[in-house]
């Protein structure tokens, strides 16, 4: 019936991939024999989907005329047939849900929160930050996880005239326990890039430091690199921003500022989805975050009347 699953022995790659193959030449069929009728907008955009979802986790087989399913994950993965606008929203690399991503902007010292948006669940933290504190002045100290420590973020702080309390990434050493990044120097007036032996390469167009043959005989390569062909680095654009990030983060009036002002922060985001409202309730990105933003309004009344909002003569006030 509607909606069964087609007859496949799942343990056989060889019928996985047949079936596979009969799914995908059904939707070709499909779409082509569409191309000439007069569709309304629903229909066009059904066909559309169906083309989009019968491409996106499929490749080419080994035979011509083959499909199976790719060995990879499509760029902006539609998730969802029914709601096409929801994406995987990944905690990590092998932890996600499916759905959409909710932003906040919270005052520090009293929870209520300034801003809100929904996006796509791919959308990272970072790239939705900037319109979360567009209406903030210069001057602001901006706080954040590492989730926002990426260089754009900080170069779009740094033109704002804020300062930013930012937990940078951790760095990943290309041999355990080995160099990292921070270990090179970068000498951008020379356009140059000093290895822990003191070896120095002239950086390429695409930022990029090549050590190469360099590399042989050195005493410190077991602790810098396993390629064959020697340690190469490619430098990000913002990498100054990065590295004053990292040392910014060793300091104790760093540690101070973001232990003191991270709990409230995270209270905020446990208020706004306690009792079921990390749940969204609607389908598309625009219904849901009307919701969302309506959501943080209660929330900041509830903050504010713990807080001791009350009215007098003159208006509203805390007391």
């Not at 990000?236 to 009036?253: E, S």
Request: charged share 25%; hydrophobic share 35%; with cysteine.
């Amino acid at each position: 019936g509607p909606g069964a699953k087609p007859a496949c022995a799942w343990n056989d790659p060889a019928d996985i991939e047949r079936v596979v193959t009969e799914l995908v030449w059904d939707a070709v069929e499909l779409i082509i024999a569409c191309e000439n009728l007069e569709l309304t907008e629903e229909q066009a955009d059904a066909v559309g989907m169906l083309g989009l979802v019968a491409q996106q986790d499929v490749e080419p087989g080994e035979k011509s005329g083959t499909w199976r399913i790719a060995r990879r994950t499509a760029p902006d993965r539609m998730v969802s047939v029914v709601d096409p606008e929801s994406r995987h929203v990944h905690k990590t690399t092998s932890n996600y849900r499916d759905g959409f991503k909710g932003h906040l902007a919270v005052e520090p010292d009293t929870g209520i929160i300034t801003a809100t948006d929904l996006t796509a669940g791919n959308v990272g933290d970072a790239q939705a930050a900037p319109d979360l504190i567009a209406d903030e002045p210069a001057g602001t100290e901006v706080l954040g996880d590492s989730a926002y420590g990426a260089g754009e973020f900080r170069h779009h702080l740094t033109q704002r005239n804020m300062s930013a309390t930012i937990k940078p990434g951790p760095l990943r050493p290309a041999v355990e326990g080995g160099f990292t990044i921070d270990d090179f120097h970068l000498d951008t007036d020379a356009n140059t890039v000093t290895c822990p032996n003191g070896v120095t390469v002239t950086l390429t167009r695409k930022q990029t430091a090549t050590f190469g043959a360099k590399c042989r005989g050195c005493k410190l390569r077991t602790r810098c690199t396993k390629a064959k062909s020697g340690r190469s680095i490619t430098f990000h654009q913002h990498h100054d921003l990065l590295v004053a990030a990292r040392r910014q983060a060793r300091t104790d009036a760093f540690d101070e500022s973001y232990r003191q002002h991270r709990p409230m922060v995270e209270r905020s985001i446990a208020w706004m989805i306690r009792r079921g409202h990390r749940k969204v309730r609607y389908r598309g990105i625009d219904r849901n975050r009307i919701a969302w933003s309506q959501r943080a309004a209660a929330i900041n009344l509830q903050r504010l009347l713990a807080l001791g909002l009350t009215r007098t003569t003159d208006g509203w006030t805390i007391t």
